[in-house]
Protein backbone atom coordinates (compact mmCIF):
# COMPACT_ATOMS: atom_id res chain seq x y z
CA UNK A 1 0.00 0.00 0.00
CA UNK A 2 1.34 3.49 -0.82
CA UNK A 3 0.90 6.45 1.45
CA UNK A 4 0.51 9.70 -0.66
CA UNK A 5 1.36 12.91 1.25
CA UNK A 6 -2.05 14.47 1.39
CA UNK A 7 -3.85 11.08 2.99
CA UNK A 8 -0.58 11.33 5.80
CA UNK A 9 -1.30 14.60 6.39
CA UNK A 10 -4.58 14.41 6.84
CA UNK A 11 -4.55 11.30 9.36
CA UNK A 12 -1.83 13.74 11.14
CA UNK A 13 -4.51 16.65 11.48
CA UNK A 14 -7.37 14.37 12.67
CA UNK A 15 -5.24 11.88 14.81
CA UNK A 16 -3.41 15.02 16.41
CA UNK A 17 -6.73 17.11 17.16
CA UNK A 18 -8.89 13.99 18.59
CA UNK A 19 -6.18 13.69 20.88
CA UNK A 20 -5.61 17.21 21.87
CA UNK A 21 -9.03 18.21 22.32
CA UNK A 22 -9.44 15.24 24.63
CA UNK A 23 -6.82 15.74 26.63
CA UNK A 24 -7.28 19.73 27.02
CA UNK A 25 -11.45 18.70 28.22
CA UNK A 26 -9.98 15.69 30.27
CA UNK A 27 -7.92 18.41 31.78
CA UNK A 28 -10.69 21.31 32.51
CA UNK A 29 -12.68 18.55 33.86
CA UNK A 30 -10.60 17.35 36.49
CA UNK A 31 -9.65 21.20 37.01
CA UNK A 32 -6.04 20.13 36.54
CA UNK A 33 -2.85 22.32 37.54
CA UNK A 34 0.81 21.94 37.26
CA UNK A 35 2.50 19.18 34.83
CA UNK A 36 -1.57 18.73 33.89
CA UNK A 37 -1.97 22.28 33.04
CA UNK A 38 1.51 22.68 31.02
CA UNK A 39 0.82 19.21 28.97
CA UNK A 40 -2.55 20.44 27.81
CA UNK A 41 -1.02 23.85 26.73
CA UNK A 42 1.49 21.54 24.70
CA UNK A 43 -1.56 19.75 23.16
CA UNK A 44 -2.96 22.99 22.61
CA UNK A 45 0.14 24.05 20.74
CA UNK A 46 -0.05 21.50 18.39
CA UNK A 47 -3.21 21.87 17.52
CA UNK A 48 -2.74 25.25 16.62
CA UNK A 49 0.37 24.10 14.94
CA UNK A 50 -1.91 22.20 12.72
CA UNK A 51 -4.13 24.92 11.92
CA UNK A 52 -1.47 27.41 10.96
CA UNK A 53 0.08 25.03 8.52
CA UNK A 54 -3.12 24.40 6.85
CA UNK A 55 -3.88 27.99 6.56
CA UNK A 56 -1.03 28.37 4.47
CA UNK A 57 -1.40 25.50 2.23
CA UNK A 58 -4.64 27.35 1.65
CA UNK A 59 -3.27 30.67 1.11
CA UNK A 60 -3.73 31.97 3.64
CA UNK A 61 -0.92 34.17 5.58
CA UNK A 62 1.88 33.12 4.03
CA UNK A 63 5.73 34.04 5.56
CA UNK A 64 3.74 34.62 8.72
CA UNK A 65 1.38 31.15 8.22
CA UNK A 66 4.93 28.97 8.43
CA UNK A 67 6.58 30.89 11.02
CA UNK A 68 3.57 30.60 13.50
CA UNK A 69 3.27 27.20 12.99
CA UNK A 70 7.32 26.51 13.43
CA UNK A 71 7.23 28.71 16.30
CA UNK A 72 4.20 26.68 18.07
CA UNK A 73 5.29 23.28 17.01
CA UNK A 74 8.80 24.50 19.06
CA UNK A 75 6.40 24.79 21.97
CA UNK A 76 4.96 21.72 22.10
CA UNK A 77 8.18 19.67 23.44
CA UNK A 78 8.77 23.21 25.39
CA UNK A 79 5.74 22.52 27.61
CA UNK A 80 6.22 18.71 27.40
CA UNK A 81 10.17 19.85 28.97
CA UNK A 82 7.98 22.29 31.58
CA UNK A 83 5.32 20.13 32.88
CA UNK A 84 7.96 17.26 33.46
CA UNK A 85 10.22 19.70 35.36
CA UNK A 86 7.15 20.56 37.53
CA UNK A 87 5.65 16.78 37.92
CA UNK A 88 9.35 16.84 39.70
CA UNK A 89 9.03 19.49 41.89
CA UNK A 90 12.13 21.83 40.20
CA UNK A 91 11.38 24.88 39.26
CA UNK A 92 10.21 26.04 35.95
CA UNK A 93 11.31 29.47 35.21
CA UNK A 94 14.80 29.27 33.57
CA UNK A 95 13.45 26.59 31.18
CA UNK A 96 10.12 28.89 30.36
CA UNK A 97 12.34 31.63 29.07
CA UNK A 98 14.38 29.03 27.13
CA UNK A 99 11.63 27.66 25.50
CA UNK A 100 10.52 31.38 24.94
CA UNK A 101 13.84 32.03 23.37
CA UNK A 102 13.64 29.48 21.18
CA UNK A 103 10.28 30.21 19.79
CA UNK A 104 10.90 33.79 19.01
CA UNK A 105 14.08 32.55 17.20
CA UNK A 106 12.76 29.84 15.01
CA UNK A 107 9.86 32.68 14.10
CA UNK A 108 12.07 35.34 13.11
CA UNK A 109 14.03 32.95 11.14
CA UNK A 110 11.13 31.79 9.37
CA UNK A 111 9.99 35.26 8.47
CA UNK A 112 13.53 36.14 7.34
CA UNK A 113 13.98 33.22 5.17
CA UNK A 114 10.50 32.47 3.26
CA UNK A 115 11.21 34.90 0.77
CA UNK A 116 14.20 32.79 -0.32
CA UNK A 117 13.71 29.36 0.18
CA UNK A 118 9.63 29.26 0.83
CA UNK A 119 8.11 26.69 3.64
CA UNK A 120 11.83 25.63 3.96
CA UNK A 121 12.71 28.75 5.60
CA UNK A 122 14.17 28.86 9.16
CA UNK A 123 13.55 25.20 9.55
CA UNK A 124 16.75 24.32 10.85
CA UNK A 125 16.33 26.70 13.44
CA UNK A 126 12.62 24.42 14.60
CA UNK A 127 14.38 21.64 13.84
CA UNK A 128 17.64 22.56 15.95
CA UNK A 129 15.16 23.50 19.14
CA UNK A 130 13.10 20.55 18.66
CA UNK A 131 16.09 18.28 18.78
CA UNK A 132 17.08 20.46 22.07
CA UNK A 133 13.70 20.18 23.46
CA UNK A 134 12.77 16.85 22.86
CA UNK A 135 16.27 15.43 24.21
CA UNK A 136 15.75 17.48 27.72
CA UNK A 137 12.35 16.73 28.03
CA UNK A 138 13.59 12.75 27.60
CA UNK A 139 16.16 13.33 30.22
CA UNK A 140 14.13 15.34 32.36
CA UNK A 141 11.65 12.43 32.42
CA UNK A 142 13.92 10.12 33.93
CA UNK A 143 14.50 12.23 37.06
CA UNK A 144 13.23 11.18 40.43
CA UNK A 145 10.33 10.98 41.57
CA UNK A 146 9.20 10.35 37.88
CA UNK A 147 11.70 7.92 36.76
CA UNK A 148 10.24 5.56 39.53
CA UNK A 149 7.40 5.53 37.66
CA UNK A 150 7.11 3.02 34.36
CA UNK A 151 4.82 5.44 31.85
CA UNK A 152 8.00 7.91 32.44
CA UNK A 153 10.55 5.34 30.79
CA UNK A 154 7.49 5.40 28.17
CA UNK A 155 7.18 8.56 27.70
CA UNK A 156 11.48 9.09 27.46
CA UNK A 157 11.64 6.43 25.38
CA UNK A 158 9.42 8.45 22.92
CA UNK A 159 10.65 12.11 23.35
CA UNK A 160 14.50 10.52 22.66
CA UNK A 161 13.22 8.85 19.79
CA UNK A 162 11.47 11.90 18.40
CA UNK A 163 14.83 13.98 19.34
CA UNK A 164 16.99 11.83 16.76
CA UNK A 165 14.82 11.59 14.56
CA UNK A 166 15.35 15.63 14.28
CA UNK A 167 18.81 15.67 14.78
CA UNK A 168 19.41 13.18 11.94
CA UNK A 169 17.04 15.16 9.66
CA UNK A 170 18.82 18.18 10.76
CA UNK A 171 22.25 16.68 9.84
CA UNK A 172 20.62 15.55 6.38
CA UNK A 173 18.94 19.01 5.86
CA UNK A 174 22.40 20.73 6.42
CA UNK A 175 24.93 18.52 4.02
CA UNK A 176 22.53 17.75 1.41
CA UNK A 177 19.72 20.32 1.47
CA UNK A 178 15.66 19.30 1.29
CA UNK A 179 15.49 18.56 -2.25
CA UNK A 180 18.05 15.13 -2.03
CA UNK A 181 16.87 11.84 -2.44
CA UNK A 182 17.67 10.99 0.84
CA UNK A 183 15.84 13.73 2.94
CA UNK A 184 12.92 14.04 0.81
CA UNK A 185 12.06 9.88 0.48
CA UNK A 186 13.55 8.97 4.00
CA UNK A 187 13.53 12.29 6.25
CA UNK A 188 10.58 14.22 4.26
CA UNK A 189 7.21 15.53 5.13
CA UNK A 190 5.48 12.14 4.91
CA UNK A 191 8.43 10.29 7.47
CA UNK A 192 7.58 13.50 9.79
CA UNK A 193 3.78 13.25 9.74
CA UNK A 194 4.08 9.51 10.65
CA UNK A 195 6.36 10.38 13.71
CA UNK A 196 4.09 12.98 14.44
CA UNK A 197 1.42 10.65 14.70
CA UNK A 198 3.48 8.19 17.00
CA UNK A 199 4.60 11.00 19.29
CA UNK A 200 0.64 12.24 19.65
CA UNK A 201 -0.96 8.88 20.57
CA UNK A 202 2.15 7.50 22.80
CA UNK A 203 2.02 11.09 24.75
CA UNK A 204 -1.56 11.27 25.38
CA UNK A 205 -1.82 8.38 26.80
CA UNK A 206 1.21 8.29 28.82
CA UNK A 207 0.49 11.74 30.15
CA UNK A 208 -2.90 10.96 31.36
CA UNK A 209 -1.41 7.70 33.32
CA UNK A 210 1.44 10.57 35.06
CA UNK A 211 -1.07 12.79 35.47
CA UNK A 212 -3.63 10.03 37.52
CA UNK A 213 -1.04 8.96 39.44
CA UNK A 214 0.47 12.22 40.30
CA UNK A 215 -3.26 12.94 41.17
CA UNK A 216 -3.92 9.85 43.31
CA UNK A 217 -0.99 11.02 45.76
CA UNK A 218 -1.19 15.18 45.61
CA UNK A 219 -4.71 15.15 45.12
CA UNK A 220 -4.62 18.07 47.41
CA UNK A 221 -2.81 20.52 45.42
CA UNK A 222 -4.86 22.23 43.59
CA UNK A 223 -7.18 23.16 46.73
CA UNK A 224 -4.00 25.94 47.98
CA UNK A 225 -2.51 28.73 46.72
CA UNK A 226 0.06 29.42 49.81
CA UNK A 227 2.25 25.90 49.70
CA UNK A 228 0.14 24.36 52.40
CA UNK A 229 -2.68 21.29 50.94
CA UNK A 230 -6.19 21.86 52.17
CA UNK A 231 -5.45 19.19 54.76
CA UNK A 232 -2.68 20.58 56.71
CA UNK A 233 0.45 19.00 55.24
CA UNK A 234 3.14 21.37 53.19
CA UNK A 235 3.58 20.79 49.50
CA UNK A 236 7.41 19.75 48.84
CA UNK A 237 8.23 22.78 47.75
CA UNK A 238 7.10 24.56 50.67
CA UNK A 239 8.61 22.00 53.01
CA UNK A 240 12.09 22.12 51.28
CA UNK A 241 12.50 25.94 51.75
CA UNK A 242 11.00 25.64 55.46
CA UNK A 243 13.82 22.71 56.65
CA UNK A 244 16.70 24.63 54.82
CA UNK A 245 16.24 27.65 56.91
CA UNK A 246 15.33 25.26 60.16
CA UNK A 247 18.44 23.53 59.38
CA UNK A 248 20.59 26.54 58.62
CA UNK A 249 19.54 27.97 62.00
CA UNK A 250 20.34 25.07 63.84
CA UNK A 251 23.48 24.54 62.57
CA UNK A 252 24.64 28.26 64.26
CA UNK A 253 24.04 27.09 67.89
CA UNK A 254 24.62 23.17 66.73
CA UNK A 255 20.85 21.94 67.87
CA UNK A 256 19.42 18.50 67.42
CA UNK A 257 17.41 18.55 64.31
CA UNK A 258 15.85 14.72 62.59
CA UNK A 259 14.18 14.54 59.26
CA UNK A 260 11.87 11.63 59.49
CA UNK A 261 10.06 10.04 56.15
CA UNK A 262 7.12 7.66 56.85
CA UNK A 263 6.78 5.71 54.03
CA UNK A 264 3.65 3.33 53.07
CA UNK A 265 5.26 0.75 50.45
CA UNK A 266 2.90 -1.68 47.84
CA UNK A 267 0.49 0.98 47.18
CA UNK A 268 0.77 0.76 43.38
CA UNK A 269 0.29 -2.91 44.11
CA UNK A 270 -3.06 -2.09 46.41
CA UNK A 271 -3.90 0.13 43.35
CA UNK A 272 -4.08 -2.67 40.49
CA UNK A 273 -5.85 -4.96 43.12
CA UNK A 274 -8.50 -2.93 44.83
CA UNK A 275 -8.78 0.74 43.11
CA UNK A 276 -7.72 3.93 43.45
CA UNK A 277 -10.49 4.64 45.76
CA UNK A 278 -8.52 2.70 48.43
CA UNK A 279 -5.03 3.96 47.77
CA UNK A 280 -6.55 7.40 48.08
CA UNK A 281 -8.01 6.36 51.46
CA UNK A 282 -4.79 4.97 52.44
CA UNK A 283 -3.01 7.89 51.20
CA UNK A 284 -5.45 10.53 53.60
CA UNK A 285 -4.91 7.81 56.49
CA UNK A 286 -1.07 8.69 56.34
CA UNK A 287 -1.00 12.03 55.90
CA UNK A 288 -3.56 12.33 59.03
CA UNK A 289 -1.11 10.42 61.28
CA UNK A 290 1.35 12.26 60.37
CA UNK A 291 -0.80 15.47 61.58
CA UNK A 292 -2.06 13.98 64.58
CA UNK A 293 1.38 11.55 65.83
CA UNK A 294 4.22 13.89 65.17
CA UNK A 295 5.45 16.80 67.43
CA UNK A 296 2.86 20.12 67.69
CA UNK A 297 6.04 22.34 66.65
CA UNK A 298 6.98 19.63 64.01
CA UNK A 299 6.97 20.69 60.22
CA UNK A 300 4.77 18.00 57.96
CA UNK A 301 5.02 18.28 54.57
CA UNK A 302 5.03 15.93 51.24
CA UNK A 303 7.88 14.86 50.03
CA UNK A 304 8.39 14.30 46.01
CA UNK A 305 8.47 10.55 45.85
CA UNK A 306 4.76 10.49 47.34
CA UNK A 307 6.14 9.63 50.56
CA UNK A 308 5.50 12.31 53.94
CA UNK A 309 8.19 13.96 55.51
CA UNK A 310 8.62 15.36 59.26
CA UNK A 311 11.20 18.29 60.77
CA UNK A 312 11.63 17.94 63.95
CA UNK A 313 14.14 18.65 67.02
CA UNK A 314 15.59 15.42 68.41
CA UNK A 315 18.92 16.28 70.62
CA UNK A 316 19.51 12.63 70.75
CA UNK A 317 18.73 9.20 69.13
CA UNK A 318 16.93 8.18 71.52
CA UNK A 319 14.51 11.07 71.25
CA UNK A 320 14.50 10.26 66.98
CA UNK A 321 13.52 7.24 68.09
CA UNK A 322 10.61 8.33 70.06
CA UNK A 323 9.45 10.70 67.11
CA UNK A 324 9.47 7.85 64.61
CA UNK A 325 8.36 4.96 67.10
CA UNK A 326 4.89 7.53 67.84
CA UNK A 327 4.52 7.97 63.93
CA UNK A 328 4.87 4.33 63.02
CA UNK A 329 2.17 3.22 65.45
CA UNK A 330 0.29 6.38 64.88
CA UNK A 331 -0.03 5.11 60.79
CA UNK A 332 -0.72 1.79 62.05
CA UNK A 333 -3.78 2.61 64.30
CA UNK A 334 -5.15 4.85 61.34
CA UNK A 335 -4.62 2.17 58.50
CA UNK A 336 -6.34 -0.50 60.76
CA UNK A 337 -9.43 1.25 60.23
CA UNK A 338 -8.98 1.21 56.36
CA UNK A 339 -10.04 -1.72 54.42
CA UNK A 340 -7.37 -2.98 53.03
CA UNK A 341 -5.13 -0.43 54.79
CA UNK A 342 -2.83 -3.86 56.27
CA UNK A 343 -1.63 -4.75 53.24
CA UNK A 344 0.14 -1.47 53.26
CA UNK A 345 4.27 -1.92 53.86
CA UNK A 346 4.69 1.06 56.69
CA UNK A 347 8.56 2.26 57.28
CA UNK A 348 9.81 5.41 59.40
CA UNK A 349 13.59 6.48 58.25
CA UNK A 350 15.20 8.83 60.52
CA UNK A 351 18.14 11.39 59.28
CA UNK A 352 19.86 13.06 62.18
CA UNK A 353 21.92 16.38 62.33
CA UNK A 354 24.13 14.68 64.88
CA UNK A 355 25.73 12.05 62.65
CA UNK A 356 25.02 13.64 59.08
CA UNK A 357 25.71 16.81 59.25
CA UNK A 358 23.75 19.92 58.56
CA UNK A 359 22.82 19.61 55.01
CA UNK A 360 19.13 19.34 54.26
CA UNK A 361 20.05 17.41 50.83
CA UNK A 362 21.85 14.69 52.45
CA UNK A 363 19.70 14.62 55.37
CA UNK A 364 16.52 13.83 53.20
CA UNK A 365 18.45 11.21 50.90
CA UNK A 366 19.08 9.48 54.28
CA UNK A 367 16.33 9.75 55.65
CA UNK A 368 14.35 8.50 52.41
CA UNK A 369 16.67 5.63 52.10
CA UNK A 370 15.87 4.14 55.56
CA UNK A 371 12.61 4.74 55.38
CA UNK A 372 12.77 2.57 52.31
CA UNK A 373 14.69 -0.23 54.28
CA UNK A 374 12.86 -0.06 57.49
CA UNK A 375 9.36 -0.48 54.98
CA UNK A 376 10.81 -3.75 53.65
CA UNK A 377 12.46 -5.39 56.54
CA UNK A 378 9.78 -7.23 58.77
CA UNK A 379 11.47 -6.45 62.02
CA UNK A 380 12.11 -2.63 61.73
CA UNK A 381 9.52 -0.26 61.80
CA UNK A 382 11.95 2.87 62.43
CA UNK A 383 15.26 2.82 61.15
CA UNK A 384 17.74 5.58 61.67
CA UNK A 385 20.43 6.29 58.92
CA UNK A 386 23.78 5.66 60.21
CA UNK A 387 26.83 8.22 59.41
CA UNK A 388 28.80 8.01 56.38
CA UNK A 389 31.41 6.82 57.80
CA UNK A 390 29.21 3.63 59.30
CA UNK A 391 28.27 0.34 57.60
CA UNK A 392 24.76 0.10 55.89
CA UNK A 393 23.63 -2.23 58.25
CA UNK A 394 22.76 0.61 60.30
CA UNK A 395 21.14 0.67 63.61
CA UNK A 396 17.41 -0.20 63.44
CA UNK A 397 14.94 0.10 66.46
CA UNK A 398 11.85 -1.86 66.55
CA UNK A 399 8.72 -0.90 67.98
Same mark, same amino acid.
Given at each position: ??????????????????? *?????? /? &?????? !????????? #???????????????? #????????? $??????????????L???????? =?? @????? @????????? !?? @??? %????? &?????????????? %???????????? %????????????????????????????? @??????????? %????????????????????????????????????? +??????????????????? &????????????A????????????????????G???????? /??????? =??A?????????????????????????? *? &???? +??V????F????????????? =??????V??????SL????G?????? +?????? $????????????????????????? *?
Amino acid at each position: MNLDLFSVTVMTAIVASVA *SLTFII /D &TLLRRD !TGPGRLWAV #AFFCGLATTLAYMAWS #AGVGGAVSV $AVGNALFVSVPGFMLLGCRRFND =RS @VLVSS @VAVGTLAVI !TF @VAA %LIEYP &TRGSWGGWWAMAAS %LVLLFGSGAAES %LRSPMRGLRSAWALSTVLAAAGLFYAVRL @VVFAVLGPQSE %LFSRWLGSLSANIATVILTMVAAIVMSVLRSQRTTRQ +RYEWLTSNGVAADGVMLPR &TFSGALADIVERASWRQEGIAVIVLRADGLDEIGDAFGGDVV /DTISAAC =RHAARSYAPAAALVGEDGDGQLVICTLAE *S &TADA +RRVGSALFRGAIDELTGVDHG =RLASVGVGVGLTSSLGYDPGILMSAA +RSAALR $AARIAEASVFVAPPSTVPADADVAS *S
